[in-house]
């Protein structure tokens, strides 16, 4: 499938707190830091005291006070990505080489492209026609599921309405699942975090909307999308 590299080498450390949504307390070797976290979710199952963890040291110039940024989690010998903004790039990137079977045919992708009250992740044009993307990361997995969301996300669900109101336009949307390691084997809404966000994923699948679900594997090295694991939303 297609790989990201990962800017590195990753330097390990151990996580210890959260201060806040993005930034956390890490060890490295002896010395005590702090590292943002590139994911606003609330991964209460991820970031246990002691983990092992993978931190990229801050950009030469950056503005961010944080020496480094938490880009990954040992759970139970696997790595988990937790960077939530790299899932829309991968997916931008398979796309493009044409490596998804589900969305070949597609020639021009346009980022970041505002429909009605949201801003979805891509608008894919060729000769398929024109499809809107909104991408969503996972880290959760329970019982060999991915699970979205977390933590409750009203923004999830008016993505989900504006993809419904680009199906009654006549286009084709699709909502796509980018599980962020390696030990799924299918992926379902989160209805205990969110039984909000699950009614509205079931109710934009019954009027059209695609939904789409891809499990990755998670090195220190890169991040590949490796297959489409199947979606429940019984």
């Known amino acids: 499938m297609v790989t990201m590299n990962l800017p590195g080498p990753l330097i390990e450390g151990r996580f210890w707190q959260r201060d806040n949504r993005f930034r956390a307390t890490v060890t490295v070797g002896d010395e ?8 606003s979710g609330r991964l209460h199952e991820l970031l246990a005291p002691g983990r092992r963890v993978l931190l990229a040291p801050r950009l030469t110039g950056s503005p961010r006070r944080t020496a480094y940024d938490l880009v990954m989690v040992e759970v139970e010998g696997h790595w988990v990505s937790m960077d939530a903004r790299l899932p829309s790039r991968l997916f931008g990137e398979a796309v493009a080489a044409g490596r998804l079977e589900a969305f070949q045919g597609y020639t021009l992708l346009q980022p970041e492209v505002r429909y009605g009250a949201s801003r979805l992740d891509w608008r894919l044009q060729g000769p398929a026609g024109t499809c809107y993307v909104e991408v969503k990361s996972v880290t959760l997995v329970a019982n060999g599921r ?8 009203i923004r999830g669900r008016r993505h989900l309405h504006s993809l ?3 199906v009654a336009a006549g286009w084709r949307a699709a909502v796509v699942f980018v599980i962020q390691r390696e030990d799924a084997q299918g992926f379902a809404p989160h209805d205990a975090a969110d039984p909000a966000f699950g009614q509205t994923l079931r109710e934009a699948a019954a009027a059209g909307v695609e939904v789409h679900a891809y499990r990755c594997r998670v090195s220190p090295e890169a991040v590949t999308i490796i297959a489409p694991v199947p979606v429940i939303l019984l």
């Open 32 to 39: 005590t830091t702090k590292a943002h976290v590139p994911n």
């Open 146 to 153: 991915g699970l979205f969301p977390d933590a409750p996300t």
């Open 164 to 166: 419904m109101a680009v």
